[in-house]
């Protein structure tokens, strides 16, 4: 971020990395370098050797248009014809090799993930972990490159980023021992406990195949018809009910490694262990009108965020942690059996201990070759870190690996450049669609004499992973789950009765709103017999709101203890890279402006100026002050809060032929200006101002004296108090509960 003593903050966002001209530029110069944010894989090998060349390598070259072969071209525009009105020529080389890669250049996109974002960054361990790991990047001051992606689990590529589902969040360790992935998510339990019903669970939840709708949603049929026949996936189901499903930014979500994993110390002794995510900024979401918004004003909102945040310099951190378990043969903890990826373990039971530090620090120059081809896999580990035998994990092992082979072209995937290793390579593996390597010798086998015996072996003390040699009890082949998988009610019932009245509320509307989207009565009567072996006041609301009657439980409720860590209400945390919006026009003093603007970036917060036109205020002065939005273009949703430097007459524009938002323009302020903070209020963010803050909030019905409005004569006093107010994220006093829940 900029400093409070810079002349004007630098507004994240710009294109390139230099400013463009008006006309055509026509003089000959090589590329533009990247955006000073933008950072790409390590100029590794393709078999993990490190080059030491330039990233410049990787990219473009050379000032003039050429053919992929570097024959320069002297026209782009016209196909070579027999005369300017002739057909066009067989024998054109340079349009035959454009449309040709034109019509390759995309590949199949994720079955699920499709949609997704990333970033570089780095990993630097605490050391806290060596007592139960040798993984050496977990070693204290170890810094180790990471290449992070967070996705939607059911959306196409071009799908929405805030509609409600899980997210993925998934993480490249290029260590010195070989590259590890965590491939998590940010819920912590699973729709499932066998791998084999993933194909189920996905078809069940992507669009219905006879129409390709509902897009990107959960809110349908099929989905509902699944889960409340299959009733393992309540768990999972009532967190994505809940505001967990609609995170406020990939930078203010959780990361959970979801599967028990088994960790190895040097001295042989295991131990079983959760990872976890821990963002700084703490765990925040948005309501759902707010997501509805986003979808049609910036449906890229998740991954703009992401990458502006970083060009601002307020880069997301997370903290690596760790929940540790007793390695029995029962392999449970206070009763929980640690395989069934449906259920958590409390933290106030088995506490998350920090082992490392996350930080993203550089976006990617080019999405496809970096985002798009970037292949996880949760069987790519390193030594100190082992697997158990949770049965959706065995399934991703095969899954995983699988995939890659028909999405990026064959079994040389590991050497596009962002999968590559940071650890030198000597596989024995030939050949193959895109091999990149240029191996050399001639016996690729082993045991060879003839390259002199090499590859080698190696053994635990030159660093080999050998797998835990875990005993397997005697047993008989069957297709059934143990019987500690059996309850699929008590932890969801244990995650409702950990929630905040304001979020239970919330949980309610989500079930209600996804239930009325489904045809069938028969799913949403059976959808609530789900609900009422959870809570019979939230199936009896839910049930209220589809005017249905609520059932009676099936089953005993579970008597459970509530876990205060799961919900995201009642802390505070830091408030870099949040948005404000300032709303401003010709009359608002100028020098308030610019020191409230000031103080905002000073903050590490990110200032916009909304006005009635773009351009700049005050554009005669000596120190004009940038417009960022125009009252045309802002939506609330776009701020953490809103703050006014003057009360806005209705603009040239304020009128609803050209702007539906301004309705008739009747009234004395800018009726878009009204609705950003008509919203804004209801969605309990903070809202206030200086100079004429007062009469343009009364003249949106926004009673002064409410929770989070600020006016003040000070522009300094009320950036104070604005950031004050957002370390709680909202203002949560302005969401009464009717307590009935």
Not at 273 to 282: E, M, T
Not at 315 to 323: A, H, K, S, T, V
Not at 674 to 693: D, F, M, N
Request: with cysteine.
């Amino acid at each position: 971020m900029m400093s409070q003593s810079d002349p004007a903050p630098q507004i994240p966002g710009r294109p390139g990395s230099r400013a463009p001209s008006v006309t055509e530029p026509t003089d000959p110069h090589d590329p533009l370098p990247p955006k000073p944010d933008q950072d790409g894989p390590a100029t590794q090998s393709p078999t993990g050797q490190a080059t030491g060349a330039e990233q410049s390598t990787r990219a473009q070259a050379g000032a003039f248009l050429t053919t992929a072969q570097g024959l320069r071209v002297p026209d782009s525009d016209h196909s070579l014809k027999a005369g300017p009105r002739g057909p066009v020529l067989l024998q054109d080389h340079h349009l035959r090799e454009k449309i040709t890669h034109f019509d390759h250049e995309r590949i199949p996109e994720r079955v699920v993930h499709a949609r997704g974002a990333a970033a570089h960054g780095v990993f630097r361990g605490y050391g806290t972990a060596t007592s139960v790991t040798k993984a050496a990047f977990l070693a204290e001051g170890v810094e180790t490159p990471v290449f992070v992606r967070f996705s939607t689990v059911l959306g196409s590529r071009g799908s929405a980023d805030t509609v409600r589902d899980t997210r993925g969040f998934a993480t490249k360790f290029y260590t010195s021992e070989g590259v590890f992935d965590l491939v998590g998510n940010n819920i912590p339990v699973f729709f499932i406990q066998d791998a084999i019903k993933f194909p189920d669970v996905i078809h069940a939840g992507k669009p219905h195949p006879d129409r390709e709708i509902p897009q990107a949603q959960s809110a349908h049929d099929t989905f509902w018809d699944f889960v409340s026949l299959h009733t393992e996936a309540t768990h999972h189901t009532i967190w994505n009910m809940s505001d967990r499903g609609i995170p406020r930014s990939f930078r203010t979500m959780e990361g959970f490694g979801v599967h028990t994993f088994r960790l190895v110390a040097a001295d042989g002794s295991t131990t079983l262990v959760k990872f976890h995510w821990k963002p700084k900024a703490g765990v925040h979401s948005l309501v759902w009108e707010e997501a509805q918004l986003i979808n049609g004003m910036d449906p890229d909102f998740h991954r703009r965020d992401l990458a502006d945040a970083i060009e601002a310099g307020a880069f997301p951190q997370w903290e690596f942690g760790i929940q540790t378990f007793p390695d029995t043969p029962e392999q449970t903890f206070e009763g929980i059996d640690l395989l069934d990826p449906t259920k958590i373990v409390p933290e106030e039971l088995a506490p998350v201990q920090p082992i490392g530090l996350l930080t993203l620090n550089a976006n990617p120059k080019n999405f496809f070759a970096e985002t798009e081809q970037v292949a996880f896999h949760p069987g790519h580990l390193v030594p100190g870190i082992d697997l158990t035998d949770d049965p959706l994990l065995a399934g991703r092992l095969f899954s995983y690996l699988d995939t890659q082979i028909t999405r990026l072209g064959g079994p040389n995937f590991a050497q596009i450049p962002i999968n590559r290793t940071h650890a030198p390579i000597n596989d024995m593996q030939r050949d193959g669609f895109h091999q990149d390597a240029v191996h050399t010798g001639v016996a690729p086998y082993r045991p060879n004499s003839l390259d002199g015996g090499c590859p080698f072996l190696a053994g635990a003390d030159a660093g080999a992973y050998v797998e835990t040699p875990v005993a397997v009890p005697a047993a008989t082949k069957v297709r059934e789950a143990p019987a500690s998988f059996d309850d699929h009610f008590g932890q969801a019932r244990l995650f409702w009765l950990s929630l905040s009245d304001v979020e239970r509320e919330h949980v309610v509307g989500a079930y209600t709103f996804e239930l009325a989207k489904c045809y069938e009565d028969a799913v949403r009567e059976r959808a609530l017999g789900v609900l009422a072996n959870v809570d019979e006041h939230l199936c009896a609301a839910v049930a209220a709101g589809l005017g249905l009657p609520a059932p009676a439980p099936t089953k005993p409720t579970a008597s459970v203890r509530p876990s205060p860590a799961l919900s995201q209400v009642g802390g505070t945390w830091p408030v870099a890279g949040r948005v404000v919006g300032i709303v401003a026009d010709e009359g608002s003093d100028l020098g308030a402006l610019r020191a409230a603007r000031d103080a905002i970036a000073g903050a590490d917060m990110v200032p916009l100026i909304i006005a009635p036109t773009g351009g700049a205020l005050g554009g005669s002065s000596a120190e004009p002050v940038p417009v960022q939005r125009t009252f045309a273009a802002a939506r609330s949703v776009e701020f953490d809060a809103v703050l006014l430097a003057s009360a806005p007459a209705p603009a040239a524009d304020a009128y609803g032929a050209r702007d539906a938002k301004a309705g008739s323009g009747t009234g004395e302020l800018d009726p878009r200006v009204a609705l950003i903070l008509a919203e804004a209020y209801r969605h309990a963010k903070v809202v206030g101002g200086w100079s004429t803050a007062g009469e343009a909030l009364a003249a949106a019905g926004i009673p002064v004296d409410s929770p989070g409005v600020l006016v003040e004569n000070d522009p300094a006093a009320v950036v104070d108090a604005t950031a004050r107010l957002l370390a709680t994220h909202r203002v949560w006093e302005r969401f009464p509960s009717t307590g009935q829940l």
